[in-house]
């Protein structure tokens, strides 16, 4: 105890040196807190966000994009796919369960989804408000999506070809929200839910746009703008299929609104066997029936028809691998704070010992021994690294949760300070080891002080 | 004086080596308890080398060194470190009190180091006997050196040793404090019946003490 306070009573008398050495410290831990905070909670949600997805389905391109697009809707889609070739691969005993995805359209920078309920099951999201949709143009929105829009139950609203906003509206179709779903800490908090039919519908308006012949044209007065949208986003327009066909299916459409009706629709399109008028989805989620499919099934699928299947596993720990090089270069940095810390520290400490070396031989001349000096001295340093680290560790925890409601503000993505890594619990005992070590020497030189010497000097 | 008086230091054909530029040889030095000896000469003649020796902080070369009745030459370093905390009390020319925490605090930690229970209350009455009650919470940065130097004295006794040391307690002083300082030293050692060894090369300490051993006329 004496030595605790006497070490205290030392850091304290030379206040501008123990803070700058517990500031330095707490930086570089921080640092390192805020990294492996921030990388925890984005691989938790990167793999929360694809859990019960073991396959994604599309159309070929880079697996990562398609990952992303279809998975965290953070990208454009690689292309369309056919539904009836996606069906196919839907139906393979190996294959649990299918969760088609048709994407391009959005409000207020919100994604809209066209899929089936199962989309709902994928991420356990319940309707708190509502219903779930049930025919085309019926939507329901995800907990920060409605926060975000205002959209709630009852509340009308047009999609917006694209995903950056500011192009084309489909304003002669307008959505009606029927659910709004509880928050679920994943990616469908940010999205809006409908059914495979709405997209069909305002992509089938849209190629009637293009046929002068059309009865039901309204307020497409804007068709150069639209082409160009088309062209970005890999829209339904985008392939060759005749026009006549697809009119043919924007009147049924028209006249059938109903689920149902739309089951015998496809059952129509099946008929055509060349698969070039068909309905087009832009991917597949599948989850395995037995772990086994994943060695056969994404390579059947990739060689042997023109569909690309990506393994979420695979491509996040690819994309995590590749911001993990960012997050170590960061956490470096921080490494490097650290040791400059532990440097100055033992700078500090050796300087003081150089100081006050009188007054340690004096504490020899009244009574105390050699070890007692040593870990007095040691202690002076582990008292300060230990500050340090308890500002540290606060500091990122609090700037991760600040960064968090920044962010979730800004992007809907769920990040807090409020959650403890056992890595930092490791950050903690390798920090005490640098600080013990920054100590060590002059606590050392303390223990062979010779006594009688120091005193001849003095 | 008690009725047996005990031993505070014995010498007898002490020797000490440096290197092979100096020597010191001490024939015969005895003190018991409540005497008090001035260790003299000139600079450079091995008196401060004597006390580090009688504190336990050099080792002889040979002879005999007795210090309350123990010779160190069968102790541990830190056992000797307890030893000299216990039972001896060194006042130096400079005092090297702790500079950060208070002069109060200075006192109380001699007393801790010397495993003696801590007794705020005589402390307290070592201060007003000293005169320095009312700077117990200051710095000893904040001191004077006459000050600071009654503070090291109450450091030195608080603990009650057997045998005090002081090495040039004196020299830095103007002749009023060094009156002053060794009146104190030679009250105090007393009060608490302690033997009281000053080294010194003032002469002003001259003929002030029980006994005088002049290390230059052994040379």
Redesign the interface.
């Known amino acids: 105890m004496?030595w605790l306070r006497?070490a205290w009573?030392?850091l304290?008398?030379s206040p501008l040196t123990s803070s700058v050495n517990a500031l330095l410290l707490a930086l570089g831990t921080s640092s390192i807190v805020l990294l492996l905070l921030a990388g925890h909670q984005l691989a938790n949600t990167m793999s929360r966000d694809a859990a019960g997805i073991d396959l994604v389905v599309g159309a070929k391109g880079s697996p990562v994009q398609l990952i992303l697009s279809s998975i965290y809707h953070a990208d454009v889609p690689t292309g369309n796919i056919s539904l009836e070739e996606a069906e196919h691969w839907a139906e393979d005993p190996r294959v649990a369960r299918a969760v088609p995805l048709s994407l391009g359209d959005s409000y207020q920078n919100i994604r809209i989804v066209g899929t089936t309920h199962d989309y709902l099951d994928v991420y356990d999201a319940d309707v708190v408000a509502g219903r779930r949709w049930d025919g085309a143009m019926e939507a329901v929105v995800g907990a920060a999506a409605a926060r975000e829009t205002n959209l709630e139950v009852g509340s009308i609203f047009a999609g917006v070809h694209g995903f950056d906003g500011g192009l084309h509206e489909h304003d002669e179709r307008m959505y009606e929200v029927v659910g709004v779903l509880g928050r679920t800490g994943t990616v469908i908090d940010r999205l809006i839910v409908t059914s495979l039919e709405s997209v069909w519908v305002l992509h089938g308006d849209e190629d009637h746009g293009h046929d002068p012949s059309d009865d039901n044209h309204e307020g497409h007065d804007d068709h150069p703008d639209h082409d160009d949208g088309h062209d970005e986003h890999n829209d339904h327009a985008d392939h060759d299929h005749g026009h006549d066909e697809h009119n043919d299916h924007a009147d049924h459409e028209e006249d059938h609104h109903g689920h149902d009706d739309h089951a015998d629709h496809e059952g129509e399109e099946g008929d055509h066997d060349h698969g070039d008028a068909s309905l087009e989805i832009t991917a597949m989620l599948l989850s395995y029936e037995t772990p086994l499919a994943a060695v056969s099934l994404p390579r059947e699928i990739n060689s042997l028809s023109a569909l690309q299947a990506a393994a979420p596993a695979v491509e996040i720990s690819r994309l995590l691998q590749l911001v993990g090089v960012g997050l170590d270069g960061l956490q470096a940095f921080g490494w490097v704070l650290v040791v400059t810390a532990g440097l100055s520290l033992f700078a500090a400490l050796y300087g003081s010992l150089r100081a006050?070396r009188?007054?340690l031989?004096?504490?020899?001349?009244?009574?105390?021994?050699?070890?007692e000096l040593f870990i007095g001295l040691a202690l002076e340093g582990l008292l300060l690294t230990a500050f340090g680290i308890a500002l540290g560790v606060l500091g990122g925890h609090v700037v991760m949760e600040m960064l968090g409601q920044w962010i979730e503000q800004a992007q809907g993505v769920v990040l807090t300070g409020w959650i403890w890594v056992p890595a930092e619990g490791t950050l903690v005992l390798v920090l005490l080891g640098v600080g013990a070590l920054a100590s060590a020497i002059p606590a050392w030189q303390a223990y062979h002080q010779d006594?009688?010497r120091t005193?001849?000097e003095? | 004086m008690s009725e047996k008086t005990q031993s505070a230091l014995d010498i007898d054909g002490l020797t000490f080596r440096y290197a092979s530029e100096f020597s010191l040889t001490v024939p015969s030095l005895s003190l018991s308890s409540g005497q008090s000896v001035a260790v003299i000469g000139p600079s450079g003649c091995g008196k401060?080398t004597l006390l580090?020796l009688i504190?336990g902080?050099?080792t002889p070369e040979s002879g005999l060194l007795s210090v309350c009745g123990q010779y160190f030459g069968s102790m541990s370093?830190?056992e000797v470190?307890?030893f000299?905390?216990?039972n001896?009390g060194?006042v130096?020319q400079?005092l090297?009190?702790?500079?950060?925490?208070s002069v109060f605090?200075n006192v109380l930690?001699?007393q801790?180091?010397?495993?003696k229970p801590v007794d705020p209350a005589n402390v307290d009455r070592l201060f007003e006997r000293l005169g320095i009650a009312a700077l117990k919470h200051k710095r000893p940065s904040t001191l004077s050196l006459g000050q600071a130097q009654r503070v090291a004295i109450a450091?030195a006794l608080v603990h009650r040793p057997r045998l005090l040391l002081a090495d040039e307690p004196t020299s830095a002083l103007d002749d009023a404090h060094a009156n002053d300082a060794l009146e104190l030293l030679i009250e105090e050692s007393a009060s608490v019946g302690a033997a009281l060894l000053v080294v010194t090369h003032d002469e002003r300490v001259r003929g002030r003490l029980d006994m005088e051993l002049d290390l230059g006329a052994l040379r």
């Open positions: 004496t006497l009573a030392n304290v008398s006050r009188f007054e031989a004096m504490l020899r001349c009244l009574g105390a021994t050699r070890l006594v009688s005193l001849s003095g | 401060t580090h504190a902080l050099l370093t830190s470190d307890r000299r905390g216990q001896l060194i130096f400079k090297h009190l702790l500079s950060a925490i605090d930690l001699a801790r180091l010397a495993r450091r």
